[in-house]
């Protein structure tokens, strides 16, 4: 066994988190900068938290991923990392010529209280930021929340930074995809443009971390939201954040600066959260859902009322993050499958009370954890056992020693390919994530079912 | 392979290495390219193999996109990662924990399944405000009553993470008072990220540790009558496996690993080893050393990367023991291995000779997997240490004259004194001198340059910019590096060789490994599929509409 | 084993089929038949072929598939079908109102040599067929040809029935997507429109095999060919026809009655087979190829060097039809996996030599049988074992007794869905099928690896 | 059960079955519309059970949609089908063998991993342009010689499809000439597809063949006290194993079945049997008749589809045997059976009451599944045959009325007489008396209409219009039918249950039957799915724009 040491028996941790469901703010903060057009991330604290994220996110998008970092020697740690910031800073607008630097804190720089703005100011009045060029920055301490946290500060850090409006209202609605794949965010951007609304999208990877393979290495290639188009966002007409706790921030800051008025929903996630994603885009932009639409979600529906037996009542046990977990509970549920262990190790208030509605009619008791570990989530299983896993690459251990089927799903996925490319939100996307889950579960009852039961029409 | 020790690819010999130098420092600021110009060497290997003194081992320059990472990952991920009965807490926030989470392909085999593995869980104390606020002590220790009560481990170790050191835990005192509480042995690392300039320091910080609290603690080491350690083999894609299978043929006996499919009893017992063998120069010499003054254990530097290199090392551990029987072995070993590796080598060789490769990687890695690329005829143009110090590039004798600057100065350097009972000098003063009379060198590795090409292009700590200047310069057939590398390389349609994780391969070392690595370099710098990057169109978009259109 | 009959040793058969890798004719009629807007398939024989067909394509699509027969009885195939196809026209009109009737033979009416032409005549002056309305007809006795075949001759009948010209060249392309899946047909069109090409795609069966579950059945959906469209494919400046088989008889039967030039490729199946159809439709076009498009592209080709380690070198045994087999031959040669065994049941002169010239350099011999069946297949695998099966449905009994990873793909899969709604064609499809194969081979590998090279990142 | 016999949902009260009729028939050309009212009837049930005569076992009309396959498709497909050590070799171009290949879900389970199994292989003579023209009975000799060389089988079995009549390749003298040759039976079916009007011709050649060729050649049949051969049950899903569970435990030996899992042995033993039980009554009738006019074999009509008809089955055969000790065997059985069909049934019940089902399919499923809608409280309001015969719509005591039209005339009747040796009454006529004294019946099925509530609609060969229309008119809680007509049902938002092939289902007969099949209904009338169809905008579609757009 990969997990042989884990017991049965439930004790009480209060100290020992053991195989998280959850990373640090750094990493989202990082990944969500990717998603501006000529960007560089960087890291203000030592070298190994930008290799770490680095290496992170590459082995999960198999793309490159570039960041800089304050490189903190024990020196700085003590006397503060201006003057590595600003050094850095001239380093990257000479040498690698980004429009922006996105600046992310780590647990060192916060403890020793590296004041951001102030160097960064610094750097500008030593002439080490060239004009039309930005420094923008988030606090992103490690000891706090996580990686979905640092996603949610950098997309705000957007706003923050960029958003103006001249009281002129544009015909356009800020979308807010969520911490999703580059596949998610475009399938997001497609969904608007077959409904002929025109969008900001931020952050946005799609171009960025699913790039084509063209025998060029651009470093800053043509994917990413645009300074420009990020200026534009106080003057939307509103703003639909997906994810509350990946997009709530960055929309009601646009709120509270702009009155752009914003409606926060769940992660398109299956056809409930879907179908309220486009009505709140049709019922905001005031226009019609093209047919194009229904028939994808015609189709969607198509799978669930022809394979609902396949479906109905199995148990799945999933680990994510909570605007994931909601969205996609939702979802099974709605095709009565039987989610039964749901963890993140991601604290959100909330977070239970909303599953424990959406599972309100699951005829068995539903394990909820926020924030709980993988190690918690194997007990409940070997307590309780599941038919299906639904979670990141590290459930694969968990898969092999109880002999589950896996989907994976979410962040990171280290040993698969596709989730860049192929969307598992909007109606396209729950077609796919229905046909991972039914060849997961056909695929085992083809390997489990005695010879005379080995169905050749399924 | 002397022949092969000159570039003889036109296009590699028309290139000026003074030139490219200068390219690659035209762009930087003024104060980096004065820093960098120390660290890009031009080769030039002289007699008694001096070469040009490289800068290494310095701080990366902040804003420069570095292949480092930090003390933790060199401590925590390299050294102690790939030990299986240890329960490793990283005491700290949770990424670091996360990110040093099963991601070496550090491989290991428990005797049996009722056996210690932890290597596939990740633990941490998962630090929170409050913590960085009001301490982390009291949460450290009951993390580790809790993996106590949970796992009954031989041994815990603990890990500090960057603000662990700020805050002022004291981590060895926790380590200390739980020790005597649990009654096994607890141990901490003082390896904060920000330690040092590169993972190095925690390599130092790691080692030091492991020879502080659990060497020499386990007087029943394995028996055999030729024993000897293994050091700096940490058994990535299987290394460590084939190296034991060619030992165990021979009947050398592999007292302990460091630290590749180790375990802790093995490590207590290194000191009744009869040879200390080197594999990573970089990340272990000191503990060698150490080993040699406190038990008397000689060290030699060894190198299983390569069959030719394995051969060499297998006689120089016989030459070691002098032991006829031994010597006869060890070629009746040879024999029975080398046919089917020179059968693919030069199989492979018809397809890779001439072709240009890069290595810049690691500490040792660099320089041995050269050997490796020579055997099917392919030339290194340029190589370099991600976190290597001079002696690993210039060879040991520039030791003495290697300045110690304050990052290098915050790394303790343990005092070691010969073990009252259990020194033993392994060999008298005698013996040693009659084997260096020999030629045998004890304690001897001349680093990578004297070993490369003439006018080869060597660079320490390469960033990203100059590594794409390199690529685009040189045109190499391959390039290695890391997982962070892989993708921009690939991008430019150059196929990329990852020699930390060995992507999804391995084993490479020994002889076996070397067939592995044969096929997987054919493979890669003879695919196709580099062919088809461009569309048709792409390559002939002249438009001959065959029809009109109204 | 459930195939524990099937000897290691080949023995010659020169008379019993064993199962096949091919069926009958009239099932391409009828699904190409099904590509028309508003056309109900008709089979002139007995209720049988009738019923089969339907059965087949149904449990393959997971959709209505209508068409009627004329149940013949002992009487009718004494005395010939006349007076049973001319009541069927009249009751087809009356009672289910399609647009089109396109009738197709079978062994039966064959035998005794109705001529469906001359009926129809009588159906017509009896006064069976509305204004407006049509009867076409093709031939297609079982007991000659294939499936393919019959595809193609139904095919050839919409040229045959319903082309004309008036001289005038329209400013648009013929395009026969070949014996393909909905999905494909719709990605084929997608890609000439995003090239901006107007174009005639027949048949179509996209948004009929493949609709959407709205609560509303309607028997004749939107999907489909419009006779308007067809009358206008004599006026085509080209005609591009995918898969040599089925689409090059309609395409040189445009060529000869109205000059319509044609170009007739593979099945746009890998990046080499696309890029000749991107090119060509490029060039008979005379337009540029959008960089959309070399996204997709470069995507797919970032798939095969990122996962070029887990293709290389593998072992993959193949059945299916002549087109389908030499492009897909042609992709994982292209990507450096080892085609070995292959078989089609369709006897195709040229098609052994074509395999041979795309394997000539796959270093071991490749067994090529046209036609040979999934007996032979098997007892090739026997003697010469595969990492990967890629093939219909039935080589699942094939894949459980000797444990080799099945990637569905062909005609018919019944045991899985998504081969309708995503297609396999294009670059798209491409990287579909990479995925597919892809997690066939992890999978397999992390069943079988040893605990101590279990790997997190693949 | 009889409460639930009329229908009680007022939605299906308010529609007056004539007008329904009426509006199915509307439509349709005059001469289409008189041959279908006969065939579409309102349920009138007398005394005496009386019903109203019904068309059935007719032509279906050209261009009409029907669910009917053909003779081939009977004979080989459903009957043989099932048989898995006979070489069923399909004599004609290759479709029909493709087509019928495992596509039925009848499970097969061999003693060994050793034992014949050719259900999971097709065979075919694959009929050419030039057999069609010179003629397949060389080709078929071959296949024959080429199969027999392959896997030397115990019996091979030749099938005609469409062409082989009409060319006139004598299957027969070929099957002969091969039994002689190669030693092993081999018997030939003229199952062209053309004969008859539906499956029902090629069940009854296919039982001709079997009972001519097969049944009689082996004496050492199962041994046991009660043995009982049983007819019509085809093991979809595993129904037979269902059903031969109980039977064991009720000390009851099965020494065939027809055709559901069975071997050619049983088949070849079926005459040792003591009672001839039947299941289909359409698909078999005639093999039980024939089996005691030449063997003296009672038969009697039984339905396991169903937990109270299944009781009731076993206590009918314990009283056919008269033994005390076997009917107090059946009470056990059935009393430790119940418990948990009652504890499911009433769970299911309470979600299920009141709904309404209708069942068009096959030659007596569209009977036997309505008790077990019954059973959980939903009504049938309408239904009807494939293809059944009016008997199986009126019950036997309209066989006497029933005229034999061209097309039956053409499906060969065996003239049967008493086997000279073999032939033994298992009754005397004495016993029989006294049986049907105590209220037993011999030969009984009155059919499915007497036992359908009043006013219901009974629809013969319904055809794709109908149903649709039906379906619009009575929007049922389900539909049950074929694969051909289940996606066109369900695009109507109607769930729709397969009882040819239970879908992925089954087994549903027996006690275990029952709970599944409930749980099955229960599945899919109370499923949320179907709730979703319509999106948001399209439930209302208003537009409050929250947002002008400039």
């Known amino acids: 066994m990969l997990l042989r040491h884990t017991p049965k028996e439930i004790t009480e941790r209060k100290a020992l988190v053991i195989n998280p469901a959850k990373t640090c703010q750094p990493i989202g903060a990082m990944y969500a900068a990717l998603g501006i057009h000529s960007c560089l991330p960087h890291s203000h604290g030592s070298q190994g938290c930008c290799a770490y994220h680095r290496s992170t996110l590459t082995r999960h998008y198999k793309e490159p991923v570039m960041a800089a970092t304050s490189s903190f020697t024990e020196g700085a740690s003590v006397f503060g990392g201006q003057a590595n910031l600003v050094q850095a800073i001239e380093n990257i607008f000479t040498i690698y010529e980004p429009d922006v630097i996105a600046v992310h804190t780590t647990c060192l720089s916060e403890t020793i209280g590296d004041d951001i703005p102030q160097i960064a100011r610094k750097a500008d009045a030593d002439g080490k930021i060239p004009k039309g060029k930005y420094v923008i920055h988030v606090n992103t301490p490690s000891y706090v929340g996580t990686h979905v946290t640092g996603f949610a500060n950098m997309t705000k850090a957007m706003v923050d930074y960029f958003a103006q409006t001249n009281g002129k209202r544009l015909d356009q609605i800020n979308l807010i995809p969520g911490y999703v794949e580059p596949s998610d965010m475009e399938e997001i951007k497609r969904i608007a443009d077959v409904m002929g609304v025109r969008t900001v999208l931020f952050p946005d990877t799609s171009g960025v971390l699913n790039r084509p393979q063209t025998g060029k290495y651009e470093m800053f290639p043509k994917g990413g939201v645009t300074v420009e188009a990020l200026r534009t966002t106080g003057s939307s007409m509103a703003t639909i954040a997906l994810g509350p706790m990946a997009s709530g921030a960055a929309a009601r800051a646009l709120d509270n600066k ?159 390919i596709g989730h860049s490319y192929f969307p598992t939100v909007g109606y396209r996307g729950g077609m796919r994530l229905l046909e991972k889950i039914l060849d997961a579960i056909l695929d085992r009852q083809d390997r489990d079912s005695p010879e005379e039961s080995f169905e050749l029409v399924m | 392979m002397e022949l092969s020790k000159h570039i003889d690819t036109p296009e590699a010999e028309e290139i000026d290495p003074r030139e490219v130098k200068q390219q690659l420092l035209e762009k930087v600021p003024t104060k980096v390219a004065r820093k960098r110009a120390k660290q890009i060497i031009v080769n030039d290997v002289r007699e008694d193999l001096d070469v040009p003194q490289i800068g290494a081992n310095a701080r990366t320059i902040p804003g420069i996109i570095t292949q480092r990472g930090c003390t933790y990952a060199g401590c925590k991920g390299v050294i102690l990662g790939p030990t299986r009965d240890i329960v490793n807490i990283t005491h700290g926030p949770i990424g670091c924990g996360f990110y040093s989470w099963l991601t070496r392909r550090n491989q290991t085999r428990p005797p049996g399944p009722e056996d210690a593995n932890f290597m596939t869980y990740c633990f941490s104390t998962d630090m929170q405000e409050e913590h960085i606020v009001f301490g982390g002590e009291k949460k450290l220790r009951a993390a580790v009553q809790e993996a106590y009560d949970l796992f009954k481990p031989k041994a815990i170790s603990i890990f500090s993470t960057c603000p662990v050191g700020l805050i002022g835990d004291d981590v060895h005192s926790v380590a ?104 990573c120069h970089r990340s272990i010499n000191y503990v060698a050393e150490m080993m040699e003054a406190k038990f008397g254990i000689p060290w030699i530097k060894i190198n299983f990367i390569g069959a030719e290199a394995s051969a060499k090392t297998l006689r120089k551990i016989a030459n070691y023991f002098e032991d006829d029987e031994l010597k006869q072995k060890v070629e009746e070993v040879i024999a029975r ?61 520039v030791l003495p004259t290697i300045k110690v600057d304050a990052d290098s100065r915050n790394i303790e350097e343990l005092e070691v004194h010969p073990d009252p009972e259990r020194y033993r000098a392994r060999k008298t003063p005698e013996q040693i001198a009659g084997l260096t009379e020999k030629g045998f060198r004890f304690k001897d590795y001349d680093g990578m340059m004297p070993d490369m090409a003439m006018n080869t292009l060597v660079v320490d700590d390469i960033s990203q910019y100059e590594s794409d200047r390199l690529i685009d310069i040189y045109k190499p057939a391959i390039f290695c590096a890391g997982i962070k590398e892989k993708f921009a390389v690939q991008k430019k349609g150059i196929p990329m060789k990852q020699l930390h994780s060995y992507d999804s391969g391995g084993p490479y070392a020994g002889f076996k490994g070397a067939v592995n690595f044969y096929r997987e370099i054919d493979r890669m710098v003879n695919s196709q599929v580099w062919k088809y990057l461009k569309a048709p169109w792409q390559e002939n978009p002249e438009l001959a509409a065959k029809y009109a259109c109204d």
Not at chain 1, 267 to 289: E, M, Q, S
């Open chain 2, 337 to 397: 291995e080398m046919p089917e590796v020179i059968k693919v080598r030069d199989e492979v060789r018809k397809r890779c000779e001439g072709k240009v490769a890069m290595l810049f990687v690691g500490g040792s890695r660099a320089h041995h997997y050269q050997e490796l690329f020579r055997e099917i005829g392919m030339q290194t143009v340029s190589a370099g240490y991600e976190f290597a110090h001079r002696d690993d590039y210039e060879g040991r004798k």
């Open chain 2, 176 to 279: 200390r008072d739980m020790k005597e509480q649990l009654g096994i042995n607890v141990f901490a690392f003082s390896c904060e990220g920000y330690k040092g300039v590169s993972q190095s320091a925690g390599h130092h910080i790691a080692n030091n540790g492991i020879f502080t609290h659990v060497v020499g603690l386990n007087e029943n080491g394995k028996e055999g009558k030729f024993k000897i350690n293994l050091l700096g083999e940490y058994n990535i894609g299987g290394d460590a496996f084939e190296i034991d299978r060619v030992l165990e043929a021979c009947g050398i006996t592999v007292v302990s690993t460091f630290s590749g499919n180790s375990s802790y009893d093995a490590f207590a017992s290194a000191h009744t080893a009869d040879l200390n063998t080197i594999m």
């Open chain 1, 258 to 416: 702009f009155d752009v008025p914003c409606e926060i929903l769940d992660l398109p996630i299956g056809f409930k959260a879907t179908d309220r994603f486009v009505d709140t885009l049709r019922k905001t932009a005031g226009i019609n859902v093209p047919d194009s639409l229904n028939v994808e979600r015609g189709k969607l529906l198509d799978i669930v009322t022809d394979m609902h037996q396949y479906f109905y009542g199995r148990k799945v046990a999933l680990a994510g993050d909570p605007d994931h977990l909601i969205a996609l509970t939702e979802f099974l549920v709605s095709i009565d499958m039987w989610p039964t262990h749901i963890v993140t190790g991601t604290l959100s208030k909330g977070f239970e009370n909303r599953i424990r509605e959406i599972t309100e009619h699951v005829p068995h008791p539903v394990n909820v954890a926020s924030p709980g570990d993988m190690f918690l989530l194997h007990q409940w299983i070997k307590n309780e056992p599941v038919d299906l896993l639904m979670g990141n690459t590290y459930l694969k251990y968990i898969a092999r020693d109880e002999d589950i089927p896996l989907v994976r799903w979410g962040f990171p996925i280290l040993d698969r």
